[in-house]
């Protein structure tokens, strides 16, 4: 007993689930089992693989040294082991089929199945009858199965391929089953098997209902009505020849319901008198069904004749009154069908097999009646050719094949375990652990495979929603006026199935625009069809209505902006991604609403040169001389228009981050420059006033939330004494203030004098010759550190360029730094990390204090700048990246740090600005909310189900940065 105990330990620690049976069953096996346990416990289910082997090794105990002595047949049935009980019984009464899976091709299932039942390819009919050929046909199609599922579950074949085999070894088997069919009944017909659903688009399940349809025709000079009878007693044989039980139990359900009348009609017919029906009475739901029709057994000739003549019928389908909404109609039934049945439905349920299919095939006979190349019968060939074709998004239709071939794998795994027809997730956790293991889901099988399975759904729901649904965002707009097409609640549905999160609120925007019979509201009935698919690409499409609601009741009575949305597509396009991506663009539009205009192109979106920004700056000071407050609202205005603009660049990758932050910093030295001489206009000149930008500003790396870090520096005109010269500075400095920051609708900015000498406590202006004497005698390291971004923003030229020569020694020491002083910086840097990051912050998602954020990169180029840049004039720069490359090129620093480091820079800054962009309010920390976090990525190009792959590249990006960090500023 302690050595069963000690063994079930063992096993229970490599991975077995129940220790205790799997060390009973290793005893029981007669045989030394260790060199196959390590190989067991990498399989879906170790303890049924387990099970299957030692029953099968006691039914053929050869087996274990054949294993021994071939790795790759060892891999193969173990793999099959682990995820088919049935297979591995399958196996225990037939162990010779063992050696197939030596075998790489077991060449043609039609010969093979053929020769099973003993008739030769090309023979009338089986030697043998009985139940003897049925039994034969069933074992020698499940050894295809098994040779097919080991492939499968060792990768060597592809979905597609184990899709396509299953449907050529069902086509193989119902030409079997129909020379059975032929020892019973005199067969003087030609009788074609015409393969439908799934087996017809040749992507099979592994265990299926097998639809087909019957034609036949008689042979020459023979009597219709006579062949028909003959044809159909055929055809029900053959049938049964599948579906009836054996010792080998049966095969699949033949399922002919899709012939025309369905089960109430007459199981075979002629090829005339199929296509008179369909052309006379057939419903919409059959020519989809025939979309997937192919000759699959029996006389092929005829089978292609019936393939090529429902074709044109097929095509031609979509020109039927009412086309779309049968099709629609059709697919709610499905649907209500579904709902009985659970929400774990992976065929039938929300976001199931179904909608991808449904949605495919509708596009497919929308558009395929013009273009030829949608004609195909398999979803993935049909959907890519749609993406190719440009009707479905190529995202989108990455994410309907990325969720199909997911949930078509999940299904043939179900189906593999008891070789049974299912559909349905299971709850069990142990069913659910195999399922993941299977799948190659290790660490936590059982939540990455639900968590997988639910995010795939819900993907194949949303864009199923959009592709299907997308007809109806009509009759949703007009709502009011036709309240018979689509119900309020019906209209919700299909809302909230778009995304939208209010469906009950969107659909109050929408009657509020589309009401009427104003032309206003005509347009606007024209527009929102579109405009709602459009918003619902977006990150938050309830914003996004909710934006051009306000947007239009301010414009809506203005004759161009309508006109505009309705004739340029791409405004109306960006328009909507815009609204529906940032709160902050919104708020700029909400107050500037004729800046629509300028989202008609790329050109109208680039980014302008400061020359003319301060050209029209300075030309608005003029125009209100004499009247300050009036003239710098004008220049704030003018702020506003072209901060939407760059946003607008932002949102929809235009601009890179160091274009943004090139943008928003000359931006503010232009405002600064303009205020500054409305604030001159009412002081009087007596003295010389330069503006130095400092912090992000200096870098010329502002962030939509930056405030203006500035320095103000003075020197008297000739004549003027000091004091009077000081009061005068010190009034412009603070009338300037005053003017930025006067209530408006227009975003503030925040003059930040703080890093002047003696910051808060010192004199807000000095002369230049104070500042001479301060930094002289008082400064400290971090001033010069922060001087390393000092440079001339507004104001006096030559004053300016006179304070940076000044700080030049300061911050560009010859002899670089003492060792003291480094370590001064590496201490008030790594208290600042201790000290500076806010409560409750997590500090591996803080962008600007966290561990690789801005902080740390800015903190390398700063202390490389302090160090080297008095003997290199090329470091000589204030802005970050420019430092770092400019160290690559001295050789202090190498490519692939300054790579590392840059990376996270760019990343941790475009976050931020990110945060401004969609928040509308400025944030240094990556949320905590899923639903901001997933917007934020959005934002910043991931796809609907990519938060956690932003939140994995983020701490990736800055793990890696901080190692840099700690080798190259702390020297660890």
């Not at 929400?343 to 299919?357: F, M, S």
């Not at 993406?387 to 999940?410: H, K, T």
């Not at 090139?662 to 600064?672: E, G, R, Y």
């Amino acid at each position: 007993m302690p050595r069963i105990e000690s063994t079930a330990a063992r096993l229970a620690k490599l991975g077995f689930a129940d220790g205790a049976r799997a060390a009973q069953l290793v005893r029981h096996a007669g045989a030394e089992l260790d060199d196959l346990l390590e190989s067991l416990v990498t399989v879906a289910d170790p303890d049924e693989a387990l099970a299957a082997l030692t029953r099968l090794a006691e039914r053929e105990p050869a087996v274990l040294d054949t294993l021994r002595g071939d790795e790759g047949l060892k891999t193969r049935l173990l793999a099959v082991l682990g995820v088919s009980a049935a297979l591995g019984e399958h196996l225990v009464r037939h162990p010779g089929q063992v050696a197939l899976l030596a075998e790489p091709h077991l060449g043609s299932p039609r010969e093979a199945l053929l020769r099973a039942v003993g008739a030769e390819p090309g023979a009338a009919e089986p030697r043998a009858t009985g139940e003897k050929p049925l039994v034969a046909l069933r074992t020698a199609y499940r050894g295809r199965v098994l040779h097919l599922a080991a492939r499968d579950r060792t990768g060597q074949a592809t979905l597609n391929d184990v899709m396509a085999e299953l449907s050529d070894l069902a086509g193989a088997a119902l030409e079997a089953a129909l020379a059975i069919a032929r020892t019973e009944v005199d067969d003087d017909v030609r009788l074609a098997i015409i393969g439908m659903g799934k087996c017809g688009a040749r992507e099979l399940n592994y265990i299926s209902d097998v639809d087909v349809i019957f034609v036949a025709e008689p042979r020459e000079g023979a009597d219709e009505t006579k062949a028909l009878r003959t044809a159909t007693r055929l055809a029900q044989a053959m049938m049964r020849a599948c579906t009836v039980t054996t010792s080998e139990g049966s095969l699949w359900e033949v399922d002919a319901g899709l012939r025309p009348e369905g089960r109430s009609g007459p199981l075979v017919r002629t090829l005339g008198s199929h296509l008179a029906y369909y052309r006379r009475w057939a419903k919409t739901w059959e020519f989809q069904a025939l979309l997937k029709a192919r000759p699959v057994a029996g006389d092929l000739e005829l089978g292609a004749a019936y393939v090529e003549a429902v074709n044109d019928l097929v095509w031609s389908a979509a020109t039927r009154p009412n086309f779309v909404e049968d099709v629609q109609a059709m697919r709610r039934r499905v649907e209500a069908h579904a709902r009985a049945e659970g929400e774990r439905q992976l065929k039938l349920g929300p976001g199931g097999l179904r909608d991808i299919e449904f949605a495919v095939q509708l596009l497919q006979l929308v558009h395929g009646r013009l273009d030829p190349l949608l004609r195909r019968r398999a979803t993935l060939p049909a959907l890519a050719a749609l993406s190719r074709g440009g009707y479905v998004a190529r995202e989108d239709a990455r994410g309907l094949a990325e969720a199909y071939s997911f949930l078509r794998q999940v299904e043939h795994l179900l189906q593999l375990h008891r070789l049974r027809r299912t559909h349905t997730v299971p709850a069990e956790a142990a069913d659910l652990r195999r399922l993941g293991r299977a799948l190659g889901m290790q660490a936590d099988p059982v939540g990455e495979f639900t968590e997988r399975w639910r995010r795939h759904a819900m993907e194949a729901r949303r864009l199923h929603e959009k592709l299907f649904y997308r007809p109806l965002l009509q009759a949703v707009s007009r709502l009011q006026e036709s309240e018979a097409r689509l119900s309020a609640t019906a209209a919700k549905a299909r809302l909230e199935a778009l995304g939208y999160v209010d469906p009950a609120g969107a659909l109050r925007h929408i009657a509020n625009l589309s009401s009427g019979v104003s032309r206003r509201a005509a347009i606007q009935r024209t527009l929102l069809p579109v405009m709602l698919g459009w918003f619902a690409d977006a990150p938050d499409p309830d914003a996004a209505l909710l934006g051009f609601r306000q947007v239009s009741d301010k414009l809506g009575s203005t004759p161009w902006y309508l006109r505009l949305l309705r004739d340029e597509t791409a405004v109306a396009a960006r328009m909507a991604r815009v609204l529906g991506t940032s709160r902050y663009a919104t708020g700029l539009l909400m107050h500037a609403p004729d800046a629509v205009a300028m989202l008609g192109s790329d050109e109208e979106l680039a980014v302008r040169a400061p020359e003319s920004l301060l050209g029209e700056a300075s030309a608005a000071v003029s125009r209100h001389a004499g009247d300050a407050e009036t003239a710098v609202a004008a220049v704030r205005a003018l702020r506003r228009k072209e901060l939407f603009r760059t946003a607008v660049a932002d949102i929809s990758g235009l601009a890179d981050i160091e274009t943004v932050g090139c943008a928003l910093s000359s931006l503010t030295d232009v405002t600064l420059q303009a205020a500054l001489d409305a604030a001159l206009g009412t002081t009087g000149r007596v003295t010389s006033f330069a503006i130095i930008a400092m912090g992000r500003l200096g870098g010329m790396e502002c962030s939509y939330a930056s405030d203006a870090d500035v320095m103000f520096v003075h020197s008297p005109l000739p004549g003027v004494e000091e004091r009077e010269a000081t009061d005068a500075a010190f009034a412009v400095a603070n009338e300037l203030r005053r003017l930025l920051s006067l209530p408006a609708p227009d975003p503030p900015l925040i003059i930040d004098p703080d890093l002047r000498p003696e910051g808060r406590q010192g004199p807000l202006v000095r002369t230049l010759a104070s500042y001479r004497a301060y930094y002289a005698r008082w400064s400290s390291p971090w001033e010069s550190q922060a001087l390393l971004r000092a440079r001339f923003s507004a104001g006096d030229p030559e004053l300016g360029r006179a304070f940076t020569a000044t700080i030049d020694e300061l911050r560009y020491p010859r002899g670089g730094l003492h060792d003291d002083a480094v370590r001064e910086i590496r201490r008030l840097k790594a208290r600042m990390e201790a000290e500076r990051l806010p409560r409750g912050a997590d500090p591996g998602l803080h962008t600007k204090l966290g561990p690789g954020g801005l902080s740390d990169v800015e903190w390398v180029a700063q202390l490389l700048q302090l160090r080297h840049a008095g003997t290199l004039p090329s470091l000589r720069t204030t802005r970050t990246l420019d430092a770092l490359r400019a160290a690559v090129a001295e050789d202090l620093l190498a490519p692939a740090d300054e790579a590392v480091l840059a990376e996270a820079w760019r990343f941790a800054s475009r976050i931020r600005d990110a945060i401004m962009l969609v928040k509308g309010r400025p944030g240094d920390s990556v949320p905590r909310d899923s639903g901001e976090r997933r917007m934020i990525a959005r934002t910043l190009g991931y796809p609907p189900d990519g938060s956690e792959d932003f939140l994995d590249d983020y701490r990736r990006v800055t793990r890696r940065a901080r190692q840099v960090v700690d080798r190259v500023f702390y020297g660890a």
